[in-house]
């Protein structure tokens, strides 16, 4: 039996870890609120296709209740996207909420290390 060739790197799809930060006036605590926000404001603003072809995938280990930040991984060709369809994130577990971009990286460690501070 072969083995199967590995892609190419410049086969590859390409991905970026976007930082963001939850600005409200309680602590988020259950994380799966702030996945289920993140996920219907992409699907509305991208659609279904949209939202499959940025590739997201959203990190509930990564989250930091205590500093409400958290890691999102995307397509490096949709990442302008995924920041517009956060910045329409209006509310969090019925509570008023922000959520803001803080930044990007193309290595997860180093946007966890920079950005979310775990």
């Known amino acids: 039996m ?3 060739k590995s892609l190419l790197p410049t086969l590859k799809e390409k991905k970026r870890y976007l930082a963001f930060e939850i600005i409200s006036n309680s602590k988020i605590k259950a994380f799966s609120e702030v996945s289920k926000a993140i996920w219907t404001s992409t699907l509305s603003f991208a ?3 949209g939202a499959a072809n ?4 959203v990190f509930p280990e990564k989250y930091n209740p205590e500093k ?14 995924l920041k ?3 910045a329409l994130i209006k509310e969090i577990e019925q509570q008023p909420a922000i959520v803001r971009s803080i930044g990007a990286s193309g290595i997860l460690a180093k946007a966890e290390q920079k950005y979310v501070g775990g």
């Not at 940025?54 to 995938?57: D, H, L, Q, T």
């Not at 409400?68 to 996207?81: D, F, N, P």
Request: glycine share 8%; hydrophobic share 40%.
């Open 2 to 4: 072969t083995k199967l």
């Open 47 to 49: 659609g279904t296709r």
């Open 54 to 57: 940025m590739g997201i995938w």
């Open 68 to 81: 409400q930040r958290a890691l999102i991984r995307v397509s490096h060709k949709y990442l302008e996207e």
């Open 84 to 86: 517009a369809s956060l």
